[in-house]
């Protein structure tokens, strides 16, 4: 693949260089997750030691065997779990409990240890909630 190809594809995850209203969509996201969080409870379980290595899970009173999981996007450099939490509210018909995953970010690591970190979380998450229907106790 030529440096021209590479430049081209980088940049097809780079929504703020194609996007002319990307900061004002990230201001959106960003509102919108601060009222969820305002009138919701939210738990926060870490998977790891870093402050980036955590789960948020968002519960309803309805009763489901599916839990959607939310991996935010960011090109594996950028954004945050707290910036879309207002996603798991349009989850909610999809099951009781809804998780939104933070991970750390390159270049802090690579990305093999960003798959590992959606993995723990995972993992985490099968274990807390799938496994025999138990449920740890959270807290945020």
Sequence with gaps: MSDSDLRYWDKQFQFSAILSDFQSCLERNQKMSVELFDE???CKIPYGDDERQYIEILESGLSSDII???IHGG???ALDASSHRFIL???GYLGSVRANVEYRLI???NLDQIVDDISAA????VENY??????RPLSY
């Design 75 to 77: 090109y594996w450099r």
């Design 40 to 42: 919701k409870a939210f």
């Design 130 to 135: 799938c496994l025999n229907n138990k449920k």
């Design 68 to 70: 959607p999981v939310f």
């Design 122 to 125: 995972l993992h985490l998450l």
């Design 89 to 91: 509210n349009g989850l």
């Design 107 to 109: 270049p802090n690591v």
